[in-house]
């Protein structure tokens, strides 16, 4: 009796933490489950949710991002090119933002996390934006930073793309939803 008093009295204390893990790894697994594309080239965009085309928002993103990019890189380097969604350098090496950079899925767990967190509504119908907006200014600087690391140091790329930029996303979504948590979440 006592062992479950103890576990009830741990869940109630870190309910708004236990929502968040849960939030997170079922927003994860709901993206894979019924999000297909091509798994061989991801530069197809061949989005489907559920079987029906979800290209379009995939593709205008990755297009905004690439021409923001390209004006970001063309302020300081006048001969980097713009080709589609590929970025050109002057070093001659390129990176396309592909649908998987357009930030959509981390823009998802992110909107999903704040519904379901705890809080008044009138706060989350301007929060969602703030945060998705802190999403999107990221995404761009983190790729504008990628593409510094291929005119630059082309060797750290996959390090940088794989293990460094892509967790400093899901930590920037922790620290939206722990500002909210702390400054939002209680129902007045």
């Given amino acids: 009796m006592n062992k479950t008093t103890n576990l009830k009295k741990y869940i109630l204390q870190n309910q708004d933490i236990i929502r968040f893990v849960i ?6 697994f709901f993206w894979k489950i019924t999000i297909t594309h091509n798994e061989i080239d991801l530069s197809k965009f061949d989005i489907y949710w559920f079987g029906t085309d979800i290209s379009t928002p995939f593709i205008a ?18 001969n980097t090119t ?15 933002i592909v649908w998987a950079c357009s930030g ?19 706060h989350k119908l301007w929060f969602i934006p703030l945060g998705l907006f802190a999403c999107h200014i990221y995404n761009i600087l983190r790729i504008t930073f990628l593409g510094w690391i291929v005119e630059y140091h082309f060797s750290l790329f996959d ?30």
């Fill in 159 to 188: 390090f940088f793309h794989e293990y460094i930029t892509k967790y400093i996303f899901y930590g920037i979504i922790f620290l939206l939803w722990l500002w909210w948590n702390e400054s939002f979440n209680k129902e007045k």
């Fill in 61 to 78: 993103m990755t297009q905004h991002i690439a021409i923001t990019i390209h004006w970001l890189f063309s302020l300081f380097e006048p």
């Fill in 82 to 96: 713009l080709e589609n969604t590929r970025i050109i350098f002057q070093n001659g090496l390129s990176m396309n």
């Fill in 104 to 122: 959509l899925k981390q823009m998802f767990i992110f909107s999903a996390i704040i519904i379901c967190a705890r809080g008044i509504w009138k």
């Fill in 23 to 28: 939030c997170v790894i079922a927003c994860h």
